[in-house]
């Protein structure tokens, strides 16, 4: 296991940097970048983006702005015609745009192998400050929307194997389809209308994670409040997550009770809550259990974008689409780098699982 898991270990360099090189050039080459986006706020036709510029930059851009009009219609970026050309050399310094492709990729190749991930371009924050600032809200929406998504799945799917073809299985099945067929951001909007102040009830709150006065509540009045504030946006995460999990629970446990070593512990005289529970368990959940950390990582990291947004959630996923937008290159690539290594890492430890739930399985000689 030892020289399989070194191995694994050793691919993720080569994987994670074909990853991050591919989509450096596919968005260097794309139309729209900052300086662009940084022209177009100049000259009147952007969207406010010189509002996320800090302090000295913003007033060194605007500065240049203001000299005289030159000639340069031979510019490369839309919207620049008419522009002092010291002004677009501004803006290229500032963005580091005034280096070859190669040599901006060289740097930042080097800056992430010491995880070094520089500052956003309209933020005027360190990135691993912005990441570290709403990872609360993602990890918050991941581990509770995937604990609870694993605690009602896997005992209704047992319950399900065991009762299958009858009533209890028709009607849970047919509940579990309608959830997965309603889009998660639908049923939040839905959840807002009725119980956070819409048109009906004012139960819950509609923004952050925790209330203006969160530090000066108690300890358990903490608690409260924080699960308050989750409890819509977790609920709208799940509420089409239950489909996969029960399903593939219940045909899991079909499975293996229809195996021989079953009928032979049932002609055995041996208790059924001991032949479920102490042989079967074991055996269907192997698949299942193994899989919580990529289960976990794709709940944490695709699932809750827009909840984020609808909740008014500062989370990671709002993080990375505002960066798309703003084509805030350093935050898309520092997200784009943590997420793929983290997403590598789970995959090796979900093999690992595999080898603790079941011994028996050994990567090694495959």
């Given amino acids: 296991m030892a020289a399989y898991l070194i191995r694994r270990l050793l691919l993720v360099i080569p994987t994670l940097w074909a990853i991050i090189t591919i989509n450096f050039f596919i968005v260097q080459i794309a139309p729209g970048g900052p300086v662009e986006q940084m022209i177009a706020n100049i000259t009147g036709t952007g969207s406010g983006m010189m509002e996320r510029v800090s302090g000295t930059d913003q007033k060194e851009v605007q500065q240049n702005a203001g000299k005289p ?56 924050r360190s990135v691993i400050d912005l990441i570290i600032e709403r990872m609360p809200v993602s990890i918050s929406l991941g581990v509770w929307s995937t604990l609870l998504v694993y605690l009602v799945c896997i005992p209704l799917g047992i319950r399900k194997a065991v009762r299958h073809s009858s009533k209890f299985d028709v009607w ?43 530090d000066e509540l108690n300890w358990y009045e903490k608690i409260i409040d924080y699960f308050w504030h989750l409890t819509l946006p977790i609920i709208a995460i799940v509420i089409g997550g239950f489909a996969t999990l029960t399903f593939l629970s219940k045909n899991s446990f079909l499975d293996e009770i229809q195996k021989q070593y079953v009928v032979t512990a049932r002609a055995k005289g041996v208790e059924e809550k001991h032949i479920l529970y102490g042989h079967v368990f074991r055996n269907a959940m192997i698949l299942i259990i193994a899989g919580f950390p990529s289960a976990f990582i794709g709940m944490f990291f695709t699932g809750s974008m827009l909840i984020e947004v609808i909740f008014s959630l500062e989370g990671l996923g709002l993080l990375g689409f505002e960066a798309i937008i703003q084509r805030d290159y350093p935050v898309m690539f520092s997200t784009l780098y943590m997420f793929t290594l983290l997403g590598l890492v789970m995959g090796i430890i979900s093999d690992l699982t595999y080898t603790i739930v079941d011994p028996r399985i050994d990567f090694e000689k495959r």
């Fill in 69 to 124: 009009i030159g000639g340069d219609s031979s510019s490369t970026y839309r919207g620049a015609r008419g522009l002092d050309p010291e002004v677009i050399k501004a803006i290229e310094k500032r963005f580091g745009f005034d280096k070859p492709i190669y040599l901006r990729y060289a740097e930042m190749l080097k800056d992430y192998f010491f995880f070094n991930f520089g500052e956003s371009l309209f933020r005027g």
């Fill in 172 to 214: 849970t099945s047919t509940l579990v389809i309608l959830g997965n067929a309603i889009p998660g951001f639908l049923f939040a909007i839905l959840l807002i209308i009725i119980f956070a102040g819409g048109s009906y009830l004012n139960w819950f709150p509609l923004r952050g994670l925790v209330s203006i006065n969160f």
